[in-house]
């Protein structure tokens, strides 16, 4: 019902900016959360960012706050991620998915559908 993919990673020095996008390709009336997930190299996919449909609630894991910002274009069945002030820590592959039972949730297990991922490479 929701097909996603992933734009915008690439290969940044830290302190750097990348504005990842998520394109939601949808066949289905109801609506949905979205979320973003990494997953660096040897550890488990973990929690970033997530966006409630309208766009009015947003919640961001400790490690991100303040440098990063979650965003939507419902028109577009867009989702952005805003990465400011990156760190080398923040390498890993990022990942956007959609909850079709709008749970805004901050685990794995709460969503449906997943792009396959782009890579984020922050040197220092």
């Known amino acids: 019902q929701v097909q996603l993919v992933e734009s915008g990673g690439g290969l940044v020095q830290a302190g750097g900016s990348l504005r990842l996008s998520c394109t939601a390709s949808?066949?289905?009336?109801?609506?949905?959360?979205m979320g973003w997930f990494r997953q660096a190299p040897g550890k488990e996919r973990e929690f970033v960012a997530a966006i409630n449909w309208g766009g009015g609630r947003t919640y961001y894991a400790d490690s991100v706050k303040g440098r990063f910002a979650i965003s939507r274009a419902n028109a577009k069945n867009m989702v952005y991620l805003q990465m400011n002030i990156l760190k080398p820590e923040d390498t890993a592959v990022y990942y956007c998915?959609?909850?079709?039972?709008?749970?805004?949730?901050?685990?794995?297990?709460?969503?449906?559908?997943w792009g396959q991922g782009t890579q984020v490479t922050v040197s220092s």
């Open positions: 949808v066949r289905t009336s109801r609506n949905y959360d």
């Open positions: 998915a959609a909850d079709l039972k709008l749970r805004t949730g901050v685990t794995a297990s709460s969503y449906d559908y």
